[in-house]
């Protein structure tokens, strides 16, 4: 059992197998973490879009506030998960700031894309729900390899570019709107909606093996970490489409 996800690894749940007598964790708990942790990062969002649009200049604090503090807090939630229940809605607090300030500079350039990216977004999240839930995606080892191998591919083309960025270099049609560079986008989104999959048969598998009931909290971070990776791609891809 091993999700695409980083922030969902086997031997984080392997280790609490029914352990204890504690609570356990449950799907519908999940859900409703999930639900909780959306609607804080909401928050923090419509916040950052209006320091957008009443300052333009002043967002960055909060872009690098977001940014940074996201991917620390979320290191820290992957590495101790126990400690979740505090962690992930803290990071989702930072998404918020990072995704609305984002979002407001591309809502300026293309109008209406930001409504756009949050219904593709939603779903494809449904979409793939059902789609699971119906058993018309089969979940097999080699679908879970795949896919964590064409994640890590794609982070560590995200390093190289975020890197080369530094020296001059840039990875050919990345950040392109040639029909390549949407092509390479529609591959992110694919592999990024992908990640939903592995997350909804790791958190299902998670409950049954009855590990303890902060990692509702747990389960839901890491459905939110693919959320927000997904939603940003497909901005991404709009704005490619948007400016041919």
Known sequence: MRSGNPSLKTEAFENFKGAGT???????????????????????FVYSWNQFVTSPNSVLPLIL???IGGLIVGLITV??????????????????????????????QYGGIVFQAVLITI???????????????KVTQNFRMGVAAATGAIFLVYVISFIGGFFGFEIPFLHES???GIGISVI???????????????????????????????GAFGLLVTLVWLYLEILRLLSKIRSR
Not at 23 to 43: D, E, P, S
Not at 123 to 137: C, E
Request: charged share 10%.
């Open 188 to 218: 992110i989104v694919i592999v990024a909606a992908l990640n939903l999959v592995l997350d909804f048969d790791f958190i299902e598998n998670a409950a049954h093996k009855q590990v303890p009931k902060y990692f509702e909290w747990y």
């Open 79 to 108: 590495f101790v998960p126990k400690i979740s229940p505090f962690t992930a809605p803290v990071y989702a607090l930072l998404q918020g700031l990072f995704l609305g300030a984002i979002s407001a500079q591309y809502e300026v």
């Open 65 to 67: 506030v977001g940014a």
């Open 22 to 44: 504690e609570r356990k964790m449950t799907i519908q708990g999940t859900v409703n973490k999930t639900f909780i942790l959306l609607l804080l990062l909401l928050v923090t």
């Open 123 to 137: 779903g494809v999240l449904l979409s793939l729900l059902l789609v699971y839930k119906s058993g018309l995606i």
């Open 178 to 180: 040639s029909p390549i």
